[in-house]
């Protein structure tokens, strides 16, 4: 016997209905027939003066609140509406805030309020602050090495790199798929993976060991414009 098969659950949907960007002289015009399709029906609406949102709302009857706007201080200040009809009423007030928010229509007088929402921000602040510490004391750390020995030769001839990047540089480069990055210090060396090394071919050959490599042609940086171009630009 065949096994049936389950049927799939797909979940409700918020919105039972809408309408978008009727005129006003419509809904003055054939208000019953309107009121009629979404009367004892709750949701959001949206004023909008020509192609331009102007004010964002919610109500228990939109029937009797879009005709309340054609009377109120909002008379006059908006040319089309849209009524959007909501399902379940749970999260009409948080939809509104969402859209006040995002919108902000000159027409309301207040921005939505997420009350019980976590504002992310301090979070955020929290973890760029740590980041750029790290960054920092990195960057330092990094000068205060160049004392070190720097692996391969140390002769000015052996550290074409001297001096181009007074501030230091990040390079890029990609090889079988994968994204490295190294620095150019000041000196000239090239800081790899916690070694130094005094050119840009003896850092890439810490990537590929085997065969011939022109590092000037490996690693890229990335110009005042933010494009990477190769370290042989610099020759020219």
Same mark, same amino acid.
């Given at each position: 016997?065949?096994?049936?098969k389950?049927a799939?659950r797909?979940?409700r949907l918020?919105?039972?209905?809408? +309408?978008? $960007?009727v005129? /006003?002289q419509?809904?003055? &015009?054939? #208000?019953k027939e309107?009121?009629?399709m979404i !009367?004892?029906?709750?949701g ?6 020509r192609?331009?949102?102007y004010?964002?709302?919610l109500a228990?009857?939109?029937k009797?609140r879009i005709?309340?706007?054609?009377k109120?201080?909002h008379?006059?200040k ?12 749970d999260?009409?007030?948080?939809l ?6 995002i919108?902000y229509?000159?027409g309301?007088?207040q921005?939505g309020k997420?009350r019980?929402?976590?504002n992310? +921000?301090p $979070?955020?602040? /929290?973890?760029?602050?740590? &980041?750029i #510490?790290e960054e920092?004391?990195d960057?330092? !750390?990094?000068?205060?090495k160049t ?12 550290r074409?790199?001297?001096?181009i990047f007074?501030g230091?540089?990040?390079v ?6 994968k994204?490295y990055?190294?620095?150019v210090?000041a000196n000239g060396?090239?800081?790899y993976?916690g070694?130094?090394y005094?050119s840009?071919?003896a850092?890439?050959k810490?990537?590929?060991t085997?065969g011939?490599l ?9 110009d005042?414009t933010g494009?990477?171009v190769?370290?042989?630009?610099l020759r020219?």
């Open positions: 016997m065949a096994k049936k389950k799939k797909t979940a918020i919105i039972s209905g809408y +309408l978008e $960007k005129s /006003a419509i809904f003055d &015009k054939y #208000k309107i009121t009629d !009367k004892g029906h709750q959001l609406y949206a004023l909008y003066r192609n331009k949102l004010y964002v709302g228990s009857n939109l009797n005709n309340y706007h054609l109120d201080r008379q006059g908006w040319t089309h509406f849209s009524l959007y009809v909501i399902r379940k009423a999260h009409i007030k948080e509104e805030s969402l859209l006040l928010r919108a229509p000159e309301n007088s921005r997420l019980t929402t976590n992310l +921000l $979070k955020l602040k /929290a973890q760029v602050k740590r &980041k #510490k920092y004391e960057l330092f !750390k990094s000068q205060r004392t070190r020995k720097v692996k391969g030769k140390a002769t000015s001839k052996d074409p790199l001297r001096g007074p230091g540089k990040v890029y480069a990609a090889y079988n798929g994204e990055k190294a620095w210090l060396g090239i800081k993976n070694q130094i005094a840009p071919s850092a890439g810490a990537i590929i085997k011939t022109n590092g000037w042609n490996f690693w890229k940086y990335k005042e494009k990477l190769k370290l042989t630009e020219k």
